[in-house]
């Protein structure tokens, strides 16, 4: 069998199946003000192919029957999700019917070489409802007793009822697009592709993802404590509206900041390793 009629025959299909997942997925990236970063993906995974095509027009060219095997089982795992009527599931197996059509079509040292960006294509597929609300309430209800801590240090009037928030004469809720997992989802994507850009240590990859995590959680922090401060100067008014979205980017730019800083200092150790 040919290289074009093996193409065919597998990228066809894969495009008839997960073109209508891809569209329902981008339609819910629009929607849904968390998974906004989704656009992102894709162009990032894109760009890292790009940046090695020359080293990728280099690989050896061997594909492998297990490919097929893993294709199985990412359509198994979507006929599962079909089944059951669960989103994620479906789109997940995007992932694997990938990887398996790089093992058939170009084999290990393609799949090696395009490793990274196939899986980074993960950061764009939502999250289950029932998952991301168990991470986003306790997220919430902390980011709620930091900033009441902080607002109290500088003497605010406040009385903290889980995600409420009692200042003066003013009460306002930490809600669930309060709770930092907007920040947390896009910043860790955003710092896994700087991982793999600008360091080759391990340990300086792992640093600069897991510290995007406290990163995230502070400018929200962050955000919070404004608000708060605002709104019992000037009421919840001010607060709301413009200035909430406002000061959503502003803080999302600090978070950027401080995450470029963090990869700007482990290149400094690196390059007194280096010496």
């Not at 095509?53 to 492998?64: E, N």
């Amino acid at each position: 069998m040919t290289t074009t009629l093996k193409f065919g025959l597998i990228v066809i299909p894969f495009a008839l199946i997960y073109t209508p997942i891809m569209l329902e997925m981008g339609l819910e990236w629009y929607s849904d003000p968390n998974y906004s970063h989704g656009f992102l993906i894709p162009v990032i995974s894109g760009y890292f192919l790009w940046v090695h095509r020359k080293a990728l027009k280099s690989l050896r060219t061997d594909p492998i029957w297990f490919g097929y095997v893993v294709i199985i089982i990412g359509l198994a795992l979507y006929i599962v999700g079909a089944m059951g009527d669960e989103m994620f599931t479906r789109r997940a197996s995007l992932l694997l019917v990938l990887a398996g059509i790089v093992l058939v079509l170009g084999g290990k040292e393609w799949f090696a070489g395009v490793r990274f960006p196939l899986f980074y294509l993960a950061f764009m597929i939502p999250l289950p409802y029932f998952l991301y609300n168990e991470m986003a309430v306790p997220l919430k209800l902390f980011a709620a007793k930091i900033a009441t801590a902080i607002l109290h240090l500088f003497s605010y009037p406040i009385l903290r009822e889980g995600n409420i928030l009692y200042l003066g004469d003013v009460t306002f809720e930490v809600a669930d697009a309060c709770s930092g997992m907007r920040s947390i989802l896009s910043i860790i994507a955003l710092a896994v592709a700087m991982a793999w850009m600008f360091h080759k240590a391990l340990w300086e990859k792992l640093t600069l993802v897991f510290a995007s995590v406290p990163i995230a959680i502070a400018v929200n922090v962050i955000r919070i404590v404004i608000t708060g401060m605002l709104s019992y100067w000037y009421g919840s008014e001010v607060a709301e509206g413009f200035f909430h979205e406002f000061a959503g980017l502003l803080i999302f730019g600090a978070a950027l900041i401080m995450l470029f800083g963090t990869s700007s200092l482990l290149s400094k150790f690196d390059a007194r390793d280096e010496k």
